[in-house]
């Protein structure tokens, strides 16, 4: 059974940073691609990071130059640097795990099959 926890959101100022953490428990296989969705009030769920097995990332045009995603094997944690935030960032954030996603929608929240509760980031003008 996977679980996955995020921690690290808050309410910062535009222009501020945070860092997203999520914990991984239980199996991961080494071929699984994790990721970070949001959603906003009255908005579907959007992509915003991907990371797949090999490290590679994929970003949604909104948030390339300013977030990062990466993942510390070792401590079986993911993360989210978020810099020059934005009061349109503000939404939950969730982070999802999927065995394999299909070659093309890495950012599709329906081809993740585990997912965290969520953590709340604000961002005021």
């Known amino acids: 059974q996977v679980q996955l926890v995020e921690s690290g959101g808050g309410s910062v100022q535009a222009g501020g940073s945070l860092r997203l953490s999520c914990a991984i428990s239980?199996?991961?296989?080494?071929?699984?691609?994790m990721g970070w969705f949001r959603q906003a009030p009255g908005k579907e769920r959007e992509g915003v990071a991907v990371?797949?097995?090999?490290?590679?990332?994929t970003y949604t045009d909104s948030v390339k130059g300013r977030f990062t995603i990466s993942k510390d094997n070792a401590k079986n944690t993911l993360y989210l640097q978020m810099n020059s935030l934005k009061p349109e960032d503000t939404a939950m954030y969730y982070c999802?795990?999927?065995?394999?996603?299909?070659?093309?929608?890495?950012?599709?929240?329906?081809?993740?099959?585990?997912w965290g509760q969520g953590t709340q980031v604000s961002v005021s003008s």
């Open positions: 999802a795990a999927v065995r394999r996603v299909r070659v093309g929608y890495p950012l599709l929240s329906k081809e993740y099959n585990y």
């Open positions: 239980g199996y991961i296989h080494s071929t699984y691609s």
């Open positions: 990371i797949d097995y090999g490290g590679s990332t």
